[in-house]
């Protein structure tokens, strides 16, 4: 008899090379609840001014510190340490599909925009989002047509494969990472392609974790945690569209979300 087939799958996925580190001190609860300790005794209680500019510099840290944590664990308990990702300035291939942000990222790249581009610039930016919006609020609802998303993110320069906003990207974006960069051009030249890259299940477990708890973080203060695609979310931080009508369903991440495994 045959096997049944596998239902075919739309939303994309990232692979993950997996290396095995000590599993203890490695749980998702526990990494939420080590940076957002982290948080609440560097940042001021929101609701209030969010501190836009200090909030990344923190969870960045906090990653750094458990990215070298993971090596030198892996190293003690004599564990291959996985290859480092193969990503390099002027490499965007990723900069090519929908991402999904909370309405804090979305601020935080709104005050960084708004900070450093010209007048001429940030208006020319809003008037491009206004028509992304348009098309990311007709699919937000749709896993299937978000993961077929290959448009170069409105942040993106183009000729230099440079993010413009790197300083201020969202959490979805520090978290990509991919070993294989012939995977990730494939997954954007072709929107029927699912994986998106191959990726380094330590960053998974590090960038889901500082996911997860941003969006506690923010959760009934700020906003309620949930998940834009960044064209609506970052339109709506410049002034532009509504922001709630665009909200993804449940709390997907789109291309750019994975689930953490530990
Ligand atoms: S915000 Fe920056 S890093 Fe993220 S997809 Fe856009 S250009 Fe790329």
């Known amino acids: 008899?045959?096997?049944?087939?596998?239902?075919?799958?739309?939303?994309?996925?990232?692979?993950?090379?997996?290396?095995?580190?000590?599993?203890?001190?490695?749980?998702?609860e526990g990494l939420v609840s080590e940076l957002l300790g982290r948080l609440d005794a560097l940042l001021p209680p929101l609701p209030g001014d969010p501190p836009l500019g200090r909030l990344y510099r923190i969870v960045d840290a906090w990653a750094a510190e458990r990215d070298a944590m993971w090596r030198r664990r892996s190293a003690d308990a004599g564990l291959p340490i996985a290859p480092e990702p193969a990503c390099a300035t002027g490499c965007a291939h990723c900069c090519y599909q929908h991402v999904a942000?909370?309405?804090?990222?979305?601020?935080?790249?709104?005050?960084y925009v708004r900070g450093r581009w010209s007048a001429e610039e940030v208006?020319?930016?809003?008037?491009r989002l206004e028509g992304e919006s348009a098309r990311f609020r007709q699919i937000a609802d749709d896993p299937k047509a978000l993961a077929r998303v290959r448009r170069p993110c409105p942040l993106l320069d183009e000729a230099g494969g440079r993010c413009r906003a790197y300083e201020a990207r969202p959490v979805n974006c520090r978290r990509e990472n991919s070993t294989d960069v012939e995977i990730c051009r494939r997954y954007r030249a072709d929107?029927?392609?699912?994986?998106?890259?191959?990726?380094?299940?330590?960053?998974?477990?590090?960038w889901g974790a500082a996911r997860v708890a941003l969006s506690r973080w923010t959760a009934g203060h700020l906003d309620p945690g949930s998940m834009m695609p960044l064209d609506v979310a970052?339109?709506?931080?410049?002034?532009?569209?509504?922001?709630?009508?665009?909200?993804?369903?449940g709390d997907g991440g789109g291309s750019t979300d994975c689930d953490v495994e530990s």
């Open 1 to 28: 008899m045959s096997r049944p087939r596998r239902p075919h799958r739309r939303r994309p996925r990232a692979r993950r090379l997996r290396s095995r580190p000590a599993r203890d001190g490695w749980s998702l």
């Open 101 to 111: 942000v909370t309405g804090l990222e979305a601020l935080t790249l709104a005050d």
């Open 123 to 127: 208006a020319a930016l809003r008037a």
């Open 191 to 206: 929107p029927e392609v699912e994986d998106s890259s191959l990726r380094l299940v330590r960053y998974d477990v590090i």
């Open 234 to 249: 970052l339109a709506s931080a410049l002034g532009g569209v509504d922001a709630p009508a665009g909200r993804i369903r």
